[in-house]
């Protein structure tokens, strides 16, 4: 190889070093702040004014961020409505809301700068403005996410589910480079707000691993509120909060609850079953945030951590060389956040 061979080589080489660089650079705070300086701030009102028209609007959006990033990485796959094969029908997605909000903000979005904000930034973004409105923790949230162009209910079929063991729990969130303690913070930590349907109920109160009874971690004192509010063979639609103790604040309350049997769904009384899980259910419990209220102070280990783990679980894919987030010249910047462009 002549020297000029091997400067083009290495030219080449450091190119794609850079841009493989970028990858991960691709999402970082600030990204409209020229192309779109109100991007944040329209996303908030748009929050604001859903959250004000109805309290549980907060944790719809929280959730759907969710399980926008669970699949694919956060790339709005869940917000594509198709027909019957779009990924927002699958089983694993059974609930999720807050469509209509999205889009009302993506619509003022087009106006103030058209095609410059993704839908999957306007989840990321809200789930954070939905959190502090709850009385959480401010974060700033990396932003550069591009949308995605595949969605089909046969991607979603790994999601969590409501009762899975918590082996099969820590190993979901692990695929996506999660660790057990991400688990423990964003599930039980998100479950301090919002509700549950009787629906995911079921099988906890009247046939808990096929035993034709009750989850034996439910304290036997708050058994008699849960199967009055969800009887068997009742509405499946009848809807209870997840922290029945502050179901509007985001603090650590859950995490309490957890450890005395008064989670409410499977999944969060899982968190108990594990001793690594366990240790991180009990350091929130003697934290410093329980019953005071909120998540939101800068000495609120429980806020501190759980903002950290969803500017995590907002990259997924970034460092793992994985199907993720999409930024650069992937995806795309959708007009309206139902459909592909
Ligand atoms: C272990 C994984 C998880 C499982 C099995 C799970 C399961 C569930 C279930 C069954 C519900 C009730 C849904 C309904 O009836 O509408 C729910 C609600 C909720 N989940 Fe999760 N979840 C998990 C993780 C997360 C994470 C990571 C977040 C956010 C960071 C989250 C946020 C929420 C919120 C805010 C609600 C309340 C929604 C509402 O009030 O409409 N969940 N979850
Ligand atoms: C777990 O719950 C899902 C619904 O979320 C249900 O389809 C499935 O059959 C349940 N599994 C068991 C073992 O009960
Ligand atoms: C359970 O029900 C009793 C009686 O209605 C009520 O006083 C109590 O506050 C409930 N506990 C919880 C945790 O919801």
Redesign the pocket.
């Known amino acids: 190889m002549g020297a000029s061979q091997l400067a083009l080589v290495m030219g080449l080489f450091a190119a794609i070093v850079v841009v493989g660089a970028q990858v991960p650079g691709g999402l970082h705070v600030g990204f409209y702040s020229r192309s779109c300086p109100a991007a944040e701030s329209i996303v908030r009102d748009a929050v604001k004014a859903a959250v004000a028209a109805d309290l ?1 609007n907060a ?2 959006l ?2 759907v ?2 399980h926008d990033c669970f699949v694919e990485g956060c790339d709005a796959s869940i917000l594509i409505d198709s027909g019957d094969t779009s990924e927002r029908l699958a089983k694993g997605h ?4 807050g469509f209509d909000i999205i889009e009302g903000a993506k619509a003022q979005l087009e106006q103030a700068c058209p095609g410059v904000v993704s839908c999957a930034d306007i989840l990321a973004l809200a ?1 954070r403005d939905a959190v502090l409105l709850s009385d959480g923790p401010f974060y700033e949230v990396p932003t550069g996410r591009r949308d995605g162009l595949f969605s089909s209910v046969s991607l979603a079929g790994d ?4 009762n ?1 063991s918590i082996e099969q ?1 820590k190993s ?2 692990k695929l996506k480079g999660l660790s057990y303690r991400d ?1 423990v913070l ?2 039980g ?3 301090t ?5 009787c ?2 109920m079921g099988e906890r109160l009247y046939n808990f691993r096929s035993t034709g009874g009750s989850d034996p971690a439910i304290n036997p004192s708050f058994l008699p509120n849960l199967t009055a509010t969800c009887p068997n063979g009742g509405d499946v639609n009848k ?1 209870l909060p ?1 922290d029945p103790m502050t179901e509007f604040t985001f603090d650590a309350q859950i995490f309490r609850n957890i450890k005395d049997g008064f989670a409410v ?1 499977s ?1 969060d009384a899982r968190l108990y079953d594990d001793a690594g899980t366990r240790s991180v259910v009990d350091f929130y419990v003697g934290g410093d945030d329980i019953g005071t209220g909120s998540g939101r102070t800068s000495s609120s280990l429980f806020g501190r951590d759980f903002a950290k783990a ?1 500017v995590k ?1 907002g990259q997924i894919g970034v460092k793992m060389g994985q199907i993720g987030v999409k930024t650069g010249w992937e995806g795309e910047i959708r007009r309206v956040c139902k459909s592909f462009n």
């Open positions: 549980r944790a719809v929280l959730r961020h969710f059974e609930g999720v809301g789930a999601m969590p589910e409501v899975d729990l979901k969130f688990l964003l599930s930590g998100a479950h707000i919002g509700t549950t349907a629906f995911f809807r997840l769904i999944s969803m679980m």
